[in-house]
């Protein structure tokens, strides 16, 4: 023997349907948020302020970098524009993922042979180079670079 649907079974099941709907939503939009930094600067007016200053200091210098990994060892080529090593009097590098913070490292690279080298070990995925590298006159050239890792961790 079958229930009648009436119009008070069709309401619950409806305010059940989207119920669920907004509990997925508002679970998703948690976990979105308590998972990626969001932030690039405290206040980005301030970091606006002197963008286009840098900016041009920094494309006066002309430095190329070019990061190289084995798996091992990440090693960085900067080379100015006339393809020697640029002269630096201080290197920072952060390699981490683009989402989140929490496997960000780094290395301490040190200068040989006009290369900066590192023992540094990446998952395979995308990861962000972040670099800023002082010339030895102040200016300070900033660079973050796409690097995808597709060795496997052995």
Same mark, same amino acid.
């Given at each position: ?22 509990? $997925? ?9 308590? #998972? ?17 200053? *840098? ?7 002309? %430095?190329?970098?070019?990061? *190289?990994?084995?798996? &091992? ?15 630096? &009097?201080?290197?920072? $590098? ?26 540094? $070990?990446?998952?395979?995925?995308? %990861? ?10 102040? #200016? ?15």
């Amino acid at each position: 023997m079958a229930r009648e649907l009436t119009g008070r079974h069709v309401l619950l099941i409806t305010l059940c349907a989207f119920g669920v709907i907004i509990l $997925v939503n508002l679970v998703m939009a948690v976990m979105a948020v308590g #998972t990626f930094p969001g932030l690039e600067v405290k206040n980005s007016y301030v970091a606006s302020q002197n963008f286009d200053r *840098e900016r041009a200091a920094q494309q006066a210098l002309n %430095w190329r970098v070019t990061p *190289e990994y084995d798996g &091992r060892e990440m090693v960085l080529a900067i080379l100015d524009d006339n393809g020697n090593p640029a002269p630096l &009097r201080d290197l920072s $590098v952060t390699v981490g993922r683009p989402t989140h913070q929490r496997d960000d490292q780094s290395p301490e690279f040190t200068y040989s042979g006009g290369l900066y080298r590192a023992p540094l $070990v990446l998952a395979p995925g995308l %990861w962000n180079i972040h670099l800023t590298a002082t010339a030895r006159d102040g #200016t300070v050239f900033r660079q973050r670079i796409d690097h995808y890792n597709g060795n496997r961790v052995k």
